[in-house]
Antibody
Framework: QVQLQESGPGLVKPSETLSLTCVVSGFSITSASYWGWIRQAPGKGLEWIGTVYHYGSTLYNPSLKSRVIISVDTSKSQFSLRLDSVTASDAAVYYC????????????????WGQGALVTVSS | EIVLTQSPGTLSLSPGERATLSCGASQSIRSNYLAWYQHRPGLAPRLLIYDASDRAAGIPDRFSGSGSGTDFTLTISRLEPEDSAVYYCQQYGSSPPTITFGQGTRLEI
């Protein structure tokens, strides 16, 4: 049973850095999978943030690319999200998810999701 | 970047009826790499359909996907109250690669 669990501070101050970690269990993080972060701001739809492969290669949403770093730690079976210089518009529920690596072109849907982590941005 | 436009914005139907949700792409999606998700409040999104028409594991056959190129449809037959949710389409077949979601269709039963 594949399980993903997000963790991290639920409150971040404006202009500071949001950091979240997703622990993967029941499935090898080094398998042919892409590991992604998706968020949903209050009253909004789903927004893809970025994806990492276990080798460490990444693909980011162009609109967030300048502020995002996604990394993977295979020894801990986890991957992480770092979002710099947050503003109120970054307040959202952040989901981590797994997608099968259909090919080497980053083509993937997301078949397993974490339960989500609510992040509030406030001083 | 491929923009996905979903219609209608909200759909209100009765149990037992059929729902038809549309997802239009601003350009053709390579290999029909389009997925559909169900998102209920407080829960994680649930994959329903991938590759435009393949049902994900454990998804009832009441859910079906169709379409190709730029026009895709999710059909839910014999609606049940628990089908109330927001449904999103997602493309994963663009060049250069990127992932985008539609804005969602709210289905009320």
């Amino acid at each position: 049973q594949v399980q993903l669990q997000e963790s991290g501070p639920g409150l971040v101050k404006p202009s500071e850095t949001l950091s979240l970690t997703c622990v993967v269990s029941g499935f090898s993080i080094t398998s042919a999978s892409y590991w992604g972060w998706i968020r949903q701001a209050p009253g909004k739809g789903l927004e893809w943030i970025g994806t990492v492969y276990h080798y460490g290669s990444t693909l980011y949403n162009p609109s967030l690319k300048s502020r995002v770093i996604i990394s993977v730690d295979t020894s801990k079976s986890q991957f992480s999200l770092r979002l710099d210089s947050v503003t109120a518009s970054d307040a959202a529920v952040y989901y981590c998810a797994r997608g099968p690596a259909l090919n080497s072109n980053w083509d993937s849907y997301f078949d397993y999701w974490g339960q989500g982590a609510l992040v509030t941005v406030s001083s | 970047e491929i923009v996905l436009t979903q219609s209608p914005g909200t759909l209100s139907l009765s149990p037992g009826e059929r729902a038809t949700l549309s997802c239009g792409a601003s350009q053709s999606i390579r290999s029909n790499y389009l997925a559909w998700y169900q998102h209920r409040p407080g829960l994680a999104p649930r994959l329903l359909i991938y590759d435009a028409s393949d049902r994900a594991a454990g998804i009832p056959d009441r859910f079906s996907g169709s379409g190709s190129g730029t026009d895709f449809t999710l059909t839910i037959s014999r609606l049940e109250p628990e089908d109330s949710a927001v449904y999103y389409c997602q493309q994963y077949g663009s060049s250069p690669p990127t992932i985008t979601f539609g804005q969602g269709t709210r289905l009320e039963i």
